[in-house]
């Protein structure tokens, strides 16, 4: 039986033509992993999908507004509400019916979430703690699974991550802003630190567990016990703030922004640093080729896939920073008016890319080795945030 949920909204810190996909949605989305489904987030609840034919499973009540993040384990979805993350369980990879559970990760304005090394992170901005927890152990959702809180210093809008040796590595800030990062071995010890990143925000894992913070100038790299900080080519202000990486990959894409009296929220640039070169450099898209935080995602070939504002997916190559093929998949949308408001985003599942199309209330699943758009589906309500649980 589905839990609802109900509150106040959580306060939150945050180049070829159009063509419109077939009304009629294929039998699957080929290329899937078994039994994927998605979490789609409306004002005031969340859908899951089935993640081969596209279609709803479940509807169920939630707040005004949510966030959604993988919880880590393939099944369960972090939804973030006034009280703290709640767990969505959307069945994925079983015959189970989702069910969005009243088990939740208390948190005084929750944040972000991170994965990572087999541990979830889940970050709460009115404390700065962090709590941490084994996200295989969710499939016993009768209770929840056991934590371990890290105390943080000053609230601030952060984030937390952990490696798998246990090096712990925290945001530094207060309520003015953030500026660097903090490293504790697993006995709590310091053993690194810098304060070279105003603005921090975002956050990334590329290969050999190289992290990657974005900064109002640049970025922070945290390598091999130690940080340096990469300079953006525009100085004083050339802002990384949020991070698209691959485990496999050295080279984290991220998005770029050099102009801060710009408005509004469609960017035109990335960043590609190399963890290993310790380099970071900016490619300026294709003219037309505009996205938002919700608009890039890493995918096979630890390729970068761009869903930009003219319709179309790009397809990035982040060794060269060259864009190597387009896919119309939506109409060309405009960029939203603040950051929280419906506008099409992009997640990938193994080979398949699933994207929302807000304007016409539609979701379609585009095989990334083909361009095909292989399933469409039209929901009676506007979708905003995605999460997919692969199974």
Not at 299 to 326: Q, R
Request: charged share 25%; net charge negative; glycine share 10%.
């Amino acid at each position: 039986m589905l839990v609802l949920a109900a509150g106040a909204v959580a306060a939150l810190a945050a180049c070829s033509s159009t063509a419109t996909p077939s009304d009629e949605p294929s039998a699957s989305a080929s290329g899937t992993e078994a039994g994927a489904r998605l979490a789609v987030a409306y004002d005031g609840g969340i859908l899951v999908l089935d993640g081969d034919t596209l279609e709803t499973v479940a509807d169920t009540s939630s707040e005004e507004f949510t966030r959604l993040n993988p919880a880590g384990d393939e099944r369960h979805v972090m939804v973030t509400m006034s009280e703290g993350f709640q767990v969505l369980d959307t069945g994925a990879g079983s015959s189970d019916e989702p069910e969005l559970t009243d088990l939740v990760f208390e948190a005084d304005t929750p944040g972000h979430v991170v994965r990572h090394g087999g541990k979830t992170l889940l970050y709460a901005d009115g404390t700065s703690d962090t709590t941490v927890f084994d996200p295989t152990e969710l499939a016993e959702a009768e209770e929840l699974p056991a934590t371990e809180t890290i105390p943080g210093v000053e609230a601030h809008h952060g984030v937390s991550i952990m490696l798998e040796d246990g090096t712990f590595l925290t945001t530094v800030g207060n309520a003015d802003g953030r500026n660097g990062v903090v490293a504790q071995d697993a006995d709590g010890e310091t053993i690194a630190q810098s304060e070279e990143c105003p603005g921090l925000h975002g956050e990334g894992t590329a290969e050999h567990e190289a992290v990657v913070f974005g900064c109002e100038n640049g970025a922070l790299l945290y390598a091999d016990g130690e940080f340096t900080k990469l300079d953006a080519p525009d100085q004083p202000y050339g802002r990384m703030g949020n991070a698209y990486v691959s485990e496999s990959s050295p080279i984290v894409v991220g998005d770029y922004k050099n102009d801060v009296d710009a408005e509004g929220y469609l960017l035109s640039a990335v960043t590609l640093i190399d963890t290993e070169a310790k380099t970071q450099r900016v490619v300026d898209l294709p003219e037309g080729v505009e996205y938002t935080f919700r608009d890039v995602a890493r995918g096979p070939e630890d390729l970068a896939y761009i869903l930009a504002s003219d319709g179309s997916i790009h397809v990035l190559d982040p060794e060269t920073g060259e864009i190597t093929e387009s896919w119309p998949v939506v109409e060309a949308w405009e960029g939203p008016v603040e950051w929280q408001d419906p506008h099409p985003a992009i997640q990938v599942a193994g080979d398949v890319a699933y994207v929302t199309e807000p304007a016409s209330q539609r979701v379609h699943a585009v095989d990334l080795t083909t361009g095909e758009v292989v399933a469409s589906t039209e929901l009676e309500v506007t979708p905003n945030e995605l999460a997919v649980a692969a199974g």
